[in-house]
């Protein structure tokens, strides 16, 4: 019986080598400079974003990487060593839906930087091609991962400001390209955290004010590690399910009277005033989980690591009850993390597949992953790939 998939991260030299030969084989050229951006994990706090809630993302050590050329013609060309066919079309002509597929992301991107007032009436089209380590539909995040390489990408070559405020208002560029051009209506999180994560640290992105706050996230220190659980399942955020949920949480919160749950968990509004059951227990998820970040948050402040595994299998209960959103393979991967030893377990990310997180001893790492693979493969699931999470930098340009 062979051993666990460890997805592991592709050094920044790697990724460089590959997208600069992509792009000369693509464009017939050299690009003017690479950026990458990385994915996420999600460590607590799930479909509380667009309820203006706390989550705390910890970006990947997997990147997209995205080498980019300015032309002067306005043409937008993308191409990517992963994607489905390059896409060629004009600056002006981007719009919702258009294009359709892959492209989108960077085309939205283009899009949203412009109407923002940030890439100046001179803007003339740009070649782009894509590399990435990140698992694509993997609930990494590999979307954001494009679009913030682009958008960081972008502002450098225009002279922009990329402090932290600048980054804030790329995120908010980019999370318009997902919602207004590729057609996901996702929250922010996961361009906050491309764009605005430390080294080291999970970032408590507050989507109520926009804030991100760095806090220190240091589990190697304690002996402890974060497993990845890539289940391979299928998952379709564009499908419907995910704006669904998002119109409950915004239906229950017309109906307490509230501008969002987030007021609702801050005034402890009482959710009884919700007769209707489902829109009860979706309610029920967002303000739980809301509570259970700021739990989360006290025990890193004091150290107590350990205790934060039972906050993240209260959080996989709540999504999976209440808000609906888990799916066979991502309660099968949990419940044989718990099994095996871990300390906690929760499904990470959107839902409907996907991928899990466990919070294990560092030396039970490698035990824990491959009780996990024997479980899925006894229940005759897809087997799960495996990822290292040290929590690591954000978007940045790397050079050749
Ligand atoms: P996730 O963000 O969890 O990986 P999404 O469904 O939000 O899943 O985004 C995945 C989509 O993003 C892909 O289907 C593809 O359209 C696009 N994408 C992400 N990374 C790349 C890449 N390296 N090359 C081409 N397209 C990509
Ligand atoms: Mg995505």
Not at 193 to 199: E, G, I, M, S
Not at 237 to 255: M, W
Not at 274 to 302: G, N, Q, W, Y
Request: include cysteine.
């Amino acid at each position: 019986m062979s051993g666990a998939v460890w997805v592991d991260p592709v050094s920044d030299a790697a990724l460089v080598g590959a997208v600069t030969a992509g792009f000369r084989g693509e464009f017939g050229d050299a690009p003017e400079g690479m950026w990458a951006a990385p994915g996420r994990v999600n460590l607590i706090g799930e479909h509380v974003d667009y309820a203006d809630g706390l989550s705390l993302p910890v970006a990947l050590p997997h990147r997209t990487v995205v080498a980019v050329r300015r032309r002067g013609d306005g043409v937008l060309r993308c191409a990517s060593s992963l994607g489905g066919p390059a896409w060629h079309g004009r600056v002006e002509e981007i719009g919702p839906g258009n294009p359709s597929g892959w492209a989108s992301y960077l085309a939205g991107v283009v899009w949203a930087m412009g109407r923002a007032g940030l890439l100046g009436n001179d803007f003339g089209g740009a070649d782009v091609f894509v590399e990435s380590s990140v698992p694509v539909g993997a609930g990494l995040s590999s979307s954001a991962a494009l679009e913030c390489a682009l958008a960081l990408a972008l502002a450098e070559l225009s002279g922009l400001p990329t402090d932290d405020a600048g980054r804030a208002a790329l995120a908010a560029c980019c999370v318009r390209a997902e919602n207004e051009i590729a057609l996901a209506p996702t929250g922010g999180m996961d361009q906050a955290v491309a764009l605005r994560a430390r080294a080291g640290h999970t970032l408590l992105v507050d989507s109520a004010d926009g804030s991100a706050t760095p806090v220190p996230l240091d589990l190697a220190g304690e002996g402890l590690a974060l497993l990845v659980i890539d289940t391979r399942a299928p998952h379709r955020l564009v499908d419907g399910q995910y704006a669904q949920r998002r119109k409950s949480v915004e239906d229950a919160a017309a109906r307490l009277s509230v501008a969002s749950l987030r007021e609702a968990a801050d005034a402890g509004t009482d959710l009884r005033g919700l007769t209707d059951p489902t829109l009860a227990r979706r309610a029920r998820h967002v303000v739980s989980e809301i509570e259970r970040v700021r739990e989360t948050l006290s025990l890193m402040a004091s150290g107590r690591y350990r205790e934060l595994g039972p906050v993240l299998t209260a959080s996989h209960v709540s999504l999976r009850d209440d808000f609906e959103v888990s799916c066979a393979e991502l309660d099968c991967v949990v419940e044989a993390a718990l099994a095996a030893g871990a300390y906690g377990a929760r499904m990470t990310g959107g839902g409907f597949g996907g991928s899990a997180i466990a919070l294990v001893e560092a030396a039970e790492i490698d035990a824990v992953a491959s009780a996990v693979l024997a479980a899925a493969r006894s229940r005759g699931l897809t087997e799960p790939r495996f990822l290292p999470a040290p929590a690591s930098s954000p978007a940045r340009r790397v050079l050749g």
